[in-house]
């Protein structure tokens, strides 16, 4: 039975990679770089800690933990100041997050941004439709690690194969697959493999709670007949 569902954040609930794009497009310019769509794409999704090893990596630059950790730090500032401004909510997911608290499904919000980015962006979500949120900066390891997912289902008291991720990038699918959970994948900036334990939608739009049961219900079967196959 589904028990609870576990949202991503970015590009899953509010459609802020594009705002992603605009802040990394800021900081390769505030560091003396172009972002390049490959390196873009390599970053959707990261955790800070990884998104500025990749870029650094990029820009020739030294990997010294100081510096990108002050690069971090600027980056999410500028990030926020965005997020301010408001949040577009990415199609279907409102109604969605209003069918689940109706019915009485708990929720947590796992992500890989920084608490205090978090905090910000919950202003436009709404922090009454989450049970318990993990953010990149309170897991050991962030997504595509389970850890984040692994925390997110233990706070909840359920276990990861009892809850529904809902993830769009691969690094997110990534970590929640890991974790055990069954994964909804709606797609945003980049394609995302498929597997045993993930199906796939064009976008939120017309799902309902009954929807969410099927597809975990269907997801936990397949992995389980996956599992047994030689």
């Avoid at 390769?28 to 090893?53: C, I, K, Q, W």
């Avoid at 597997?195 to 939120?204: A, F, H, T, Y």
């Amino acid at each position: 039975m589904l028990r609870a569902v576990l949202w991503d954040m970015d590009g899953t609930l509010v459609d802020s990679e594009k705002l992603w794009d605009v802040a990394m497009e800021a900081l390769y310019d505030h560091l003396g770089g172009v972002l390049t769509p490959e390196v873009r794409s390599a970053t959707v999704g990261g955790s800070a800690a990884n998104n500025m090893r990749i870029v650094y990596d990029d820009l020739g630059l030294e990997p010294e933990p100081a510096a990108m950790a002050v690069s971090a730090d600027w980056l999410n500032d500028y990030t926020g100041g965005l997020f301010d401004a408001g949040l577009p909510w990415c199609d279907g997911a409102l109604e969605l997050l209003d069918a689940l608290a109706a019915a009485a499904i708990p929720m947590a919000l796992v992500t890989n941004t920084p608490r205090g980015l978090a905090e910000r962006a919950l202003n436009t979500i709404g922090r009454h439709y989450f049970s318990v949120s993990v953010c990149g900066d309170e897991v050991a390891h962030g997504k595509p690690a389970p850890d984040p997912y692994l925390r997110a289902a233990g706070l909840l008291g359920y276990a990861p194969a009892d809850c529904l991720a809902v993830e769009d990038s691969v690094t997110g699918a990534a970590s929640a697959d890991a974790a055990g959970c069954p994964v909804l994948v709606v797609p945003n900036a980049v394609p995302v493999p498929g597997g045993p334990r993930r199906r796939q939608v064009d976008s939120l739009v017309g799902l309902s709670v009954a929807d969410l049961h099927t597809v975990h219900a269907s997801l936990r079967e397949r992995a389980c007949l996956s599992a047994d196959t030689p």
